[in-house]
């Protein structure tokens, strides 16, 4: 089965530096990578996703990026802010049929005011 | 849209006991999702079902764990004989589904999770 691997676990960064996450996935039939975001005692939410046809994309002040042929992709998190603080998880999936979504085990983002 | 909705939120159980989760997913949803989440720790996947039909549960133990989303009302994680390494927030999360390269179908809606304590 699919094995997502995600690091850093955690990562500090001061307010209005950049963060990146990174992630590896194993099977190369998986063509959707979303991220999510999980503050503390709350439910995981998305907050921006990839399809293997696109090499990047961009919502204000995150973005993300796919290398399929390296199996890797990354958050990028610019002008962090404290609000940023949370748990990040990556996550890949099969499309079709069989739609299992295997997570990455996180990164706790600490942003120092 | 109510969103994915578990209950109960919290749930005390003593060892040796039952506990039912409970999940109905977003409205128009057919696939269904079970997540484990422990303290300081990742999502890890359990099970994913669509109506009356399990897909992969290849990550729920054998014994004394089951699940079932059927044809009429939500989706139900059971544990029997509950025992402390239970303990853990339970998540439940639901796509669209579909066939084929269909935008949308898996991405995941997650409901605010079940907390089971095992005393």
């Known amino acids: 089965g699919e094995n997502v691997e995600q690091h850093p676990s955690t990562l500090s960064v001061q307010e209005g530096d950049s963060a990146v996450i990174k992630c590896t996935y194993s099977d190369s039939a998986s063509n959707y990578f979303p991220w999510y975001k999980q503050e503390l005692g709350k439910r995981p939410q998305l907050i921006i996703d990839?399809?293997?046809?696109?090499g990047e994309k961009k919502d204000q002040r995150i973005a993300v990026t796919l290398n399929k042929t390296a199996k890797h992709f990354s958050l990028h998190i610019t002008e962090t802010q404290p609000e940023d603080s949370a748990v990040y998880f990556c996550a890949a999936s099969m499309g079709g049929g069989y739609q299992k979504v295997t997570f990455g085990i996180g990164t706790k983002l600490q942003v120092i005011p | 849209n109510a969103g994915v909705m578990q209950n109960p939120r919290h749930l005390v159980r003593r060892r040796g006991q039952e506990a039912r989760l409970r999940c109905s997913p977003m409205?128009?949803?057919?696939?269904v999702y079970w997540y484990r989440q422990l303290p300081e720790e990742g999502l890890k996947f359990m099970v994913y079902l669509q109506k009356e039909n399990i897909i992969d549960e290849s990550g729920m133990p054998k014994e004394r764990f089951s699940a079932e989303f059927p044809k009429e009302g939500p989706s139900i994680l059971r544990i029997q004989q509950v025992v402390r390494g239970d303990s853990a927030a339970y998540f439940c999360a639901s796509s669209p589904g579909g066939t084929g390269y269909t935008s949308g179908a898996n991405v995941l809606t997650f409901g605010a999770g079940s907390r089971l304590t095992v005393l």
């Open positions: 990839i399809r293997s046809n696109v």
């Open positions: 409205k128009g949803h057919s696939h």
